[in-house]
Structure formats: C-alpha cells, structure tokens
C-alpha cells in the first residue's frame, strides 16, 4: 500500500478522477484511515471530492462526513442529495450527524431527517438539533449503554451485545432507575468480574460526575480535565440520562478555546481560517486594524498638544516608538499571565488584589531595570542629561501603567463575561501607546526647563 | 457534605491544621474527589498540605501526588521521606509515578526505587526514567492488557480479571506474538460477543495506529487527535510492546502546547508560571522587554538620520505611533494565521507560495483601505496635502511589507525547527517598528519637497 499523502499520489488522483478510473480510486483508498482520505479531499474541489465519496464504502463516507470543519461541510453538502445523506447517517454517531445538519437550511434537514429508516436515529437527531452548540447538550451523542438497577449482570451483558454495534467505545455502563434517573455506573471490569447473577444495584458505583445539559462546553471541559475523565453522562434537570461527552470530542473544545483565545490576541475575529478567501479574511482582520489605525491617529492629536515642546527639542520624537514598544510589551506579558491563570484557579476571585500587587513588584523589577539601562546608555553616548532624565522617567511610568493596565483589563472583562483574552489584543495595545505618549510628553512638557539647557 | 473550594472552609481547615483536628480533616475530606483536595492544598503551605496529606488514605494521597505541577512538586517532595513516597507508589500509575521522580535527585530516586515493596513496579518506573519526558516512552504507562494470539477467549478474560486491579481504565486489549511483537487489538466488546473457546487469532483486528517509543510528544498528539484515539501503544524499534499511552495525557500537552504558543506570542519565556515569585517573574520576561528596548533605541538612531527633516516638518513625528502600530498589528495578524495553519496540513510544505500569495491579497486590500481612510481623514483635517500624501504612502507600504515578514517568518522559523509562534512575539514587533520607521521617513524624505510647501 502506498502513502496517499504525497503531492505525487494526488496528481495521479487528479488523473484517474478526470478519467473516472474507478479501479484505481477505490483500490489506492481501501485500508487508508478516513481522516487520511479527508487530508487528500481537502485538496480537491468540491465536485472531485464528491466523485471520490461516492466511491468509497458508507462507513468510509460517513466518518468523512463527520470529521469536516463546518467551512468544508457547507461547501460539500451542496452537492449532496439529502436521500445520499440519509443513507449514510445511520453510519454515524448521532451527534456527528446532528452536527452535519445543524447548519444546513432547514429544508434540506427535514428532508434528510425525514428520508432516515430507523425512526429511534431521527428521534435521537431531532433531540440533538434542540440544543445550542455550544453546550453539553449540543457535545453529547446518543450512544450509550445503560443498566437499569434492578437488572443482574447477565442481562447487562445482553444489553452491552444488543448496543455492541451501535457504541463504539464503551467506557463506563451508566445505572438507571425505572424513570431513567441516574444513579451511578459500572465498569465492563466490574461486570466481567461479578457472577452472573449479581444485581447492578449491588455493585454499581454511586460516586459519579455528571453535567447538566445546559453547562457551557468549556465547563464542560474543565470538569472533564479536572476530574481526568473519558466520557461524562449528560443529565436533565430531574436528573434523567439524556446522553454522554467522550473525551475526543473535549480535545476539540479545548483545540477551538485555545485557537480563538490566539486569535484574540493577535486581532483575528473568531472563526477565521487560514484557507478563507480575501473578502472573508479582510471582514476578519481589518475592523482591529482601524481601531489601531484610530488608536494612532488620536495619538497624533495627543502629541500635537505637544508640538511647541517637540518644535525645540526635536530629539523628543526620536523615542516614541522605544516608549509605545515597551508600554505595549509590558501590558501584553502581564495581561497574558493573568489570562492564563483565570478560570484555573478557583479562588481567584479573592486574589485581585495579590495579583495586583504581584504584578507592580515585577513592574517595579523590570521598570528600574530598563529605565536604568537608558538612562546609562544616553549619558555615554553623550546625549544631554535632562532628555535621558525624562526618557528614563517615562520609561519607569509606562512600565508601571502599562503592568497595571495589562493585570486589571482582564479581570474586568471575565467578571462582565467578556474573553480577557481580547485583553492582549489590539485594543490594549493601543490603549497604552496612548498611555505612554501621554506619559511621556507630560513628563518632558513638566521637565522642559531641564530639557532646554541641552544641545538641541 | 459541604463543598471544600470555598474561602470559609479554607479558613477552617487552617484552623483545623493548627488545632490538630484530625477528625475534623478526615471527616470534611472524605469522599471528595482528590481533584479538589488538590484545589485547596494549592493555597495551603508546604508543612501544612503535609499534615492533610498524611492524613489521607494512601490512594487519595497517591492521586493528589500524581497530578501536582512541577513546581509545587519540588516543593513538596522536600519534605516526603523516601519511605513515604515508597509506599504511596504501587496506588498510583507507572508513569505518574515516574513523572514524580524524574526531577527529583538521584538519591532520593535510587532510595525511593529500592524501597517498593513490588518488585515488577519497580522495574517499570526504572524503565519509564529512561525516556526523554518530551517523547512518547516518556508519556506512556506500562500498564496495560495484553494476550497473546495463541490465547483463546476464556484465557483472555483470565488474564483481564488478573489485571483488572493495576489498569484502571481498559480501552482495548493488545494482541501480541510469542515475541511480545504487538500484532493487532481486540476490544473487550468482541471478547464478551465471541465464545469461550475462540481464538484470539480468528478475531482480533490487524488495522491498528502504534507509536515507536522515541517519537516527539506533540507528534504523538497530532497522531490521536487525527484519529481520535483513545489511547495509543507504544512500541521499540522491533515493533516489541512497551506500554500505552492515553488520551488524559495528551489533553495535557495539548494544553501545555497552546500556553507556550501564547506565551511565545506574549514575549514570556517558556515555564513561567503566575504563581512563580517576583524574580523568577522578572527573568521570564526581561530579556524579551529588553529586546523591545534595544529595538526602540536602534529605531531612534534611525529617526535621527532623519533629523534635519524632522527638524523642518514636525508634524512628521506626530504619525510614528501610527505607522509603527499598524505594521505591528499586521505583523502579528499573519504570523498567527500562519503558525496555526502549521502542522494542521500536510501539504502545507508545498504551498509557501501560495500563502504568501494570499496573505499579499489581503494586505492589498487593508492596505487600500487604511492608506485611503488616513488620506481622506487628513484632508478632511485640514492637513497639507503633502503630509497627507506621505503617511498613506508609507502606511500602505508597511502594511504590504508587515504582511509579508509576518508570513514569511514563522515558515522560515518552523523550518529551522523553532517554535514558529515566537514569530508573533515581541522579536517581530520590534522588527516591524524597525522597518515601519525606515520606510515612513524614507518616504518623507523622498517627498520632502512636496511636505516642505505645506504649512509646517
């Protein structure tokens, strides 16, 4: 079997697609991992793609299907019919499959859901669409294995074979009562290791940590992370099993989180992909643009208040970018620890005021330090003193500020629900260019006596 | 039972501590997940999380010990005899275990080994101290169930049962040769649906994704999360079974991944943590405040060979904040879009021109529109045509310009082996204020004659 991933197999591809040698496409694919078959079709346009799903066995198509980012499954499902989508639903899990649907029309969903042999599937998708994506109820899939308390372990294992081909990973068999309310679960270890006839209430585990469906995804996955767990039963509100969240399907969550809090700090709206067209990256990148765009020009006017103090002592210029550069610098390093840390720890809420205090003996550190490098650095290179005296006591401000700014910012965002991780973004750096021009030039507008005296 | 993460219950298990009530401790701690004993030991000092540790049920103890931070592990263990920690081993998993003693020194590690009571432990966590912590044999347990293929499937089961204490979570049974050459699995699913007598042979499944034992952790990451697996085997170089690894420890290192990015992005180096002292703080962050300072002092040197212009046209100085901000922001911008494309995508090595090619759209077009608004607004401002003329130049220069370091960089960094999101760090920032100010004052002086009849 050759490697599909290569530049060489997609050209011979390409050319077996153009000239429909079916022989070729299906013998090159069989044995090959759907998730490398899909790194091929995502290479190709939507109708060779389509031309090499129709070829491939349902279960093969289907895991195709499943695995797609929400960009590509618009693009692909165009070409699909829903009776084409209909027949391969029953080969995934309901949740890939309600998740293929959600943001299809309407139309065509009904159509699908509707063209669905098995009624037990299309009523599990139905359930599924109810819930918003982006909570437990919305991660969970249908499949699981249940015991209701009063069964004994054989029937559990006739249970287990009955589900076997419909559960692909077992992990933990979740204990119902006769209202289908969770009480606990037992291990497929447990259940190989008691006699036959021994009750699940007998040895089921009551300790159990389950989530309501309601509960944010990322609580989700910060109890899932916490406690170490593989898979979580989902609940309703009296506490009925609805469904469950596996582990792989957390990985996601925490992969999307950690994507969108990078693209938040670096002026990206959420969602963008590298592969988007122009129009869609432009839509995506420029609305931070202007408001460093904004942020600069009144930064011209702020230092235009200034322009008497700048007309005379033209080197002031010169050392706007060292003072912006390190403000920005400062309050990004200290909004991204402090970013990092929420939401890990649980009792920060009552430590502001330490982190605060924290961040300044850093801030002070850091600020003597590099101001006192300057202020060394101009007086050998022979720059008058009373210009390196008011860089260096710009610089110590802006350290300062900007180190506050950078821990506060954050804070205030999460407490008003906001993601502080848009605190190390364009907007703060913008924010403390300004800070720091501001800074600057009062210090050199207070000092300008000393300034004077010098050489310009 | 009250809940134990809260301030209150802090404050009495202080008080607790100093009391020596241990009735209280065990009582308040006793069916609490060590999860959230961990929480609050957090806040604790070292002697006192001693005093609740040795208070605890020794798997309770062996768990809280198995999932500690470096840091506070160090700081821990200082005060754990060698004994101690000797008999907290056989509770936790192999590689915990291993993990626990990697950074410890050697002779408390030797001592610690030599006191297992358990001969084969012993021999497992000196196999796992072998591995390089950045690879897969450093990630991996040696717990695990395997049969061997001549087994049948009572034989399987036997030996499930026989193991059933050690591995607490299943997942799939590997199918090894006399050789212990992994074969192929078997889950548990097919053991309970086949007959007694079957052999493993006739069923197990040779489709199956194992990792050799020296491959990079990220690689192994990148490896699961394409497959969604579960848990992976690892193997030597003679396809010989070592152990597995699962997917709660790469949930950590994708974590761990994602906090290096953002900390390379933030100019924080790698390992700091929030809670790390002030000095430990300051040398995490320093040298990158340092480059930016060295950057903005180069950056006056370069403004001052524009000083005899500076000097006639003052207005001049007033729009550096503005080109140097907006080349940092679409700087970052690209790097980030291309550093997360990184590794996704396969074929992403063939397609540096493409990006390029895309990133220089885009640039196009926010350069356009940024240029045309700054252009629009200053003589809307009422400022002279020329000035005007030479900000939207230079601004639409360093926005084409910013774009293309900014894509550019993280291929060349990722190229040579280094993590390309330092490419969104402050070393591109102060590159970009660098190159902001070359071409804004080049342009001005190009200009010169035109800047020179406007009112400045």
Same mark, same amino acid.
């Given at each position: 079997?050759?490697?599909?991933?290569?530049?060489?197999?997609?050209?011979?591809?390409?050319?077996?697609?153009?000239? =429909?040698?079916?022989?070729? &496409? /299906?013998?090159?694919? *069989?044995? @090959?991992?759907?998730?490398?078959?899909?790194? !091929?079709? #995502?290479?190709?346009?939507?109708?060779?793609?389509?031309?090499?799903?129709?070829?491939?066995?349902?279960?093969?198509?289907?895991?195709?299907?499943?695995?797609?980012?929400?960009?590509?499954?618009?693009?692909?499902?165009?070409?699909?019919?829903?009776?084409?989508?209909?027949?391969?639903?029953?080969?995934?899990?309901?949740?890939?499959?309600?998740?293929?649907?959600?943001?299809?029309?309407?139309?065509?969903?009904?159509?699908?859901?509707?063209?669905?042999?098995?009624?037990?599937?299309?009523?599990?998708?139905?359930?599924?669409?109810?819930?918003?994506?982006?909570?437990?109820?919305?991660?969970?899939?249908?499949?699981?294995?249940?015991?209701?308390?009063?069964?004994?372990?054989? =029937?559990?294992?006739?249970? &287990? /074979?009955?589900?076997? *081909?419909? @559960?692909?990973?077992?992990?933990?068999?979740? !204990?119902? #009562?006769?209202?289908?309310?969770?009480?606990?679960?037992?291990?497929?270890?447990?259940?190989?290791?008691?006699?036959?006839?021994?009750?699940?209430?007998?040895?089921?585990?009551?300790?159990?940590?389950?989530?309501?469906?309601?509960?944010?995804?990322?609580?989700?996955?910060?109890?899932?992370?916490?406690?170490?767990?593989?898979?979580?039963?989902?609940?309703?509100?009296?506490?009925?099993?609805?469904?469950?969240?596996?582990?792989?399907?957390?990985?996601?969550?925490?992969?999307?989180?950690?994507?969108?809090?990078?693209?938040?700090?670096?002026?990206?709206?959420?969602?963008?992909?590298?592969?988007?067209?122009?129009?869609?990256?432009?839509?995506?990148?420029?609305?931070?643009?202007?408001?460093?765009?904004?942020?600069?020009?009144?930064?011209?006017?702020?230092?235009?208040?200034?322009?008497?103090?700048?007309?005379?002592?033209?080197?002031?210029?010169?050392?706007?970018?060292?003072?912006?550069?390190?403000?920005?610098?400062?309050?990004?390093?200290?909004?991204?620890?402090?970013?990092?840390?929420?939401?890990?720890?649980?009792?920060?809420?009552?430590?502001?005021?330490?982190?605060?205090?924290?961040?300044?003996?850093?801030?002070?550190?850091?600020?003597?330090?590099?101001?006192?490098?300057?202020?060394?650095?101009?007086?050998?290179?022979?720059?008058?003193?009373?210009?390196?005296?008011?860089?260096?006591?710009?610089?110590?401000?802006?350290?300062?500020?900007?180190?506050?700014?950078?821990?506060?910012?954050?804070?205030?965002?999460?407490?008003?629900?906001?993601?502080?991780?848009?605190?190390?973004?364009?907007?703060?750096?913008?924010?403390?260019?300004?800070?720091?021009?501001?800074?600057?030039?009062?210090?050199?507008?207070?000092?300008?006596?000393?300034?004077?005296?010098?050489?310009?």
């Amino acid at each position: 079997m050759q490697p599909i991933n290569t530049r060489e197999y997609l050209e011979k591809l390409e050319a077996a697609i153009e000239e =429909q040698n079916v022989a070729f &496409i /299906r013998e090159s694919m *069989e044995d @090959v991992h759907p998730a490398d078959i899909s790194q !091929v079709l #995502d290479e190709l346009n939507t109708p060779q793609s389509k031309y090499v799903i129709d070829l491939l066995p349902p279960e093969v198509s289907a895991e195709i299907l499943s695995n797609l980012d929400e960009e590509t499954t618009r693009r692909f499902l165009r070409v699909f019919e829903s009776a084409e989508i209909a027949a391969l639903v029953p080969y995934m899990d309901s949740d890939d499959a309600a998740d293929l649907l959600d943001h299809q029309p309407v139309r065509f969903r009904e159509e699908v859901i509707a063209l669905i042999d098995d009624r037990e599937t299309a009523e599990h998708i139905i359930e599924l669409l109810h819930y918003d994506e982006d909570c437990a109820g919305g991660l969970m899939a249908k499949e699981l294995i249940k015991a209701y308390d009063t069964w004994n372990v054989v =029937q559990t294992i006739e249970e &287990i /074979r009955r589900q076997a *081909e419909n @559960v692909e990973k077992i992990h933990t068999i979740y !204990v119902v #009562d006769s209202q289908e309310r969770l009480l606990g679960k037992v291990s497929i270890k447990r259940i190989l290791l008691a006699k036959a006839n021994t009750r699940i209430a007998d040895i089921f585990d009551r300790d159990l940590i389950s989530v309501e469906s309601y509960r944010d995804k990322e609580e989700v996955s910060d109890l899932m992370q916490k406690y170490d767990l593989e898979a979580i039963p989902v609940v309703n509100i009296q506490n009925r099993l609805l469904g469950r969240i596996t582990i792989d399907d957390i990985v996601d969550v925490i992969t999307e989180k950690a994507e969108e809090d990078i693209a938040a700090m670096s002026g990206i709206s959420a969602g963008a992909e590298e592969d988007d067209g122009v129009f869609r990256s432009v839509r995506a990148r420029l609305p931070w643009l202007l408001i460093g765009m904004a942020g600069g020009l009144i930064g011209a006017q702020l230092m235009g208040l200034f322009e008497g103090d700048l007309k005379e002592i033209t080197a002031l210029a010169l050392f706007t970018p060292l003072i912006t550069a390190t403000g920005g610098n400062v309050g990004i390093q200290n909004s991204t620890v402090v970013v990092q840390s929420l939401g890990r720890d649980v009792f920060s809420g009552n430590k502001r005021t330490e982190k605060i205090i924290r961040a300044l003996g850093i801030a002070v550190v850091n600020a003597i330090t590099i101001s006192l490098i300057v202020f060394v650095f101009f007086l050998l290179y022979g720059r008058p003193f009373g210009l390196a005296l008011v860089v260096s006591i710009a610089l110590f401000s802006v350290v300062i500020l900007a180190s506050i700014t950078g821990t506060v910012t954050p804070l205030v965002l999460d407490r008003y629900g906001v993601n502080p991780a848009l605190a190390s973004g364009p907007f703060i750096t913008t924010a403390n260019d300004l800070l720091g021009l501001t800074v600057y030039f009062s210090v050199a507008h207070w000092l300008r006596p000393l300034l004077a005296s010098g050489p310009f």
